[in-house]
């Protein structure tokens, strides 16, 4: 569950492109003021889902509370639209910590990328040719070799995107375990995945790299023509959500799965 939020001193405003997002921050920053939001305690994002990841991004590793607020198109990550009274939600909210996942990607010319994926690291084919993957946990092969279009491992908080998407379980908020999913798997034909415990080094190698080229994709950063890619969840950077405590993030999850 949720803890609730020490109150904060201060809080700041960013927002997506949209004119709606635009609208709401002149709206909202006309009613609280503007502050830096690098110097702010807490910082509410204005958008949907995509601009609430990129604030994470933008925010991982410092700490940083973000709230977020629902002005575009999917909320799942937001709480809903209200310019009243908003110290008092900021106050009152239950906070939510989440460990991202760390990909390590080597590609077949020897290089090696790390980037932090808040909810998926997917490997993907490039061209006309299903990928072939082996899948190693924790130092076993799992599975030799994975004929599809790709796999994805996923947090709980980006279990209800891409890997939903693709088929994959729901996962609640402190179940302590990843989300693993084929994507238009053909061989094993009957494979639908597995989930996995958060605690896991999972390793996925290409095979026949040389014809069927594979790219990793962690939330925004994608690697292409790799060889090798190693993701576990990184326990150093802790990220910090706020919701109001009646539609918080475990609860969505939770309303998710009977919809």
Known sequence: MGQRSAKLKSFAFVASPTEEAQTALARLQSVYGTHNPDEADIVVALGGDGFMLETLHRYLGSFKPIFGMNCGTVGFLMNRYDENDLPARLAAAHRERLHPLLMTARTVGGETQRAHAINEVSLLREKRQAAKIGIRIDNVVRLPELICDGVLISTPAGSTAYNLSAHGP?????????????????????????????????????HEWEKRPVSAVADFTEVRNIAEVRVQEDHKITLHLLFDPEHNLEERILAEQFE
């Open 170 to 206: 729901i996962l609640p908020l402190g179940s302590g375990v990843l989300a693993l999913t084929p994507i238009s798997a053909f061989r094993p034909r009957r494979w639908r995945g597995a989930i996995v415990p958060h605690s896991a080094k999972v390793v996925f190698e290409a």
